[in-house]
């Protein structure tokens, strides 16, 4: 079936305006997590959700970051007054539910690349 | 808090020869580990994923890795090498917090393999 799937791929935009990037997970998969890559980085945790349960945003970096799930579907990323450190690709990964959840594999997008000018 | 540990940012390899990737992690618990691969231009595969069990684990494109819990240790190994194997490798570490679980990565460690 389709794996997990992001749009835009690339988004330039100028210093304070919003964004929003989608991410579309493999469907049945209850838990989708969004991370972020800087340029020569490892991926930083951003937001997690996970069923109904509340999402978990302790990676959040600043209250600019703002994410929505709707139900076990389609998740947005918002980025409110971008500035030029939050240049990066944007990742989305989504799983199954286990009960033994930090052991999940998770399928990664092929992410947004987010530059702002 | 956990984390992971690559302290190779670059490795460069010939083609046919072996490879090792180091990887340490901390966390106080068991850990669930896992090695990522990221290929230019396209999105983390998984190379392999320790649980429990067999301290040493099998994955995909003859890659294997040994859990080595008195080392702290997840190192990546592949006995020969193919060009095609050049990417970004990341090691990361599984954890639970409740309801909640999210995977705690490094900073990578690009290979580049020569012929």
């Known amino acids: 079936g389709a794996g997990v799937s992001q749009s835009p791929s690339n988004k330039v935009t100028e210093k304070g305006k919003d964004v929003e990037l989608r991410c579309d997970p493999i469907s049945g998969h209850t838990a989708l997590y969004w991370y972020r890559q800087r340029l020569g980085q490892g991926l930083e945790f951003l937001i997690y959700f996970q069923g109904n349960s509340a999402p978990d945003k302790s990676g959040l970096p600043s209250d600019r970051f703002s994410a929505e799930r709707t139900g076990e579907s389609v998740s947005t990323l918002t980025i409110q007054r971008t500035q030029q450190e939050d240049s990066a690709v944007y990742l989305c990964?989504?799983?199954?539910?286990?009960?033994?959840?930090?052991?999940?594999?998770?399928?990664f997008g092929p992410g947004t690349r987010l530059t702002v000018l | 808090a956990q984390s992971v540990t690559q302290p190779d940012i670059h490795i460069t390899v010939s083609e046919g020869a072996s490879l090792e990737l180091r990887c340490n992690y901390s966390?106080?618990?068991?850990?669930?580990l896992f090695w990522y691969v990221q290929s230019p231009g396209q999105g983390l595969q998984l190379l392999l994923k320790?649980?429990?069990?067999?301290?040493l684990v099998q994955g995909i494109k003859g890659f294997e890795a040994e859990f080595k819990r008195s080392q702290s240790s997840f190192n990546l190994r592949k006995p020969s090498v193919h060009w095609s194997d050049a990417a970004e490798y990341f090691c990361?570490?599984?954890?639970?917090?409740?309801?909640?679980?999210?995977?705690?990565f490094g900073t990578g460690t690009r290979l580049q393999v020569t012929l």
């Open positions: 990361a570490v599984g954890t639970n917090t409740g309801t909640a679980s999210k995977l705690t």
């Open positions: 320790y649980f429990s069990g067999d301290t």
């Open positions: 990964a989504s799983s199954q539910e286990s009960r033994l959840a930090g052991a999940n594999e998770q399928f």
């Open positions: 966390y106080g618990a068991t850990p669930y």
